[in-house]
Nanobody
Framework: QVQLVESGGGLVQAGGSLRLSCAASGRTFSSSALGWFRQAPGTEREFVAAISGSGISTDYADSVKGRFTISRDNAKNTGYLQMNNVKPEDTAVYYC??????????????WGQGTQVTVSS
């Protein structure tokens, strides 16, 4: 199995930046596409960004395009979500997820426990 542990969440002012990390263990990290999801209170979990195992292909939700950047360092078995120009509506619990495959897809097999991001006005 794969273990995923998020870190980097916290309180940040609107317009500021935050970088989330996802440390993976248990299998070859580069064989798994990685995704970030978020869930705000009273809402359904939504897709934020994804990256292929190689790091070449990425995908973003329209709400974060131009502001967030997903990346990975396979040598460190770590994925990242760089959040720039954050907005109050970005407030949510952010989850890292991995799937059994190198290509970006809709189904994810492994999930972290989440990290809270709160953006103040």
């Amino acid at each position: 199995q794969v273990q995923l542990v998020e870190s980097g969440g916290g309180l940040v002012q609107a317009g500021g930046s935050l970088r989330l990390s996802c440390a993976a263990s248990g299998r070859t990290f580069s064989s798994s596409a990685l995704g970030w999801f978020r869930q705000a209170p009273g809402t359904e979990r939504e897709f934020v960004a994804a990256i292929s195992g190689s790091g070449i292909s990425t995908d973003y939700a329209d709400s974060v395009k131009g502001r967030f950047t997903i990346s990975r360092d396979n040598a460190k078995n770590t994925g990242y979500l760089q959040m720039n120009n954050v907005k109050p509506e970005d407030t949510a619990v952010y989850y890292c997820a991995a799937r059994n495959g190198r290509l970006i897809g809709s189904s994810y097999n492994y999930w972290g426990q989440g990290t809270q991001v709160t953006v103040s006005s």
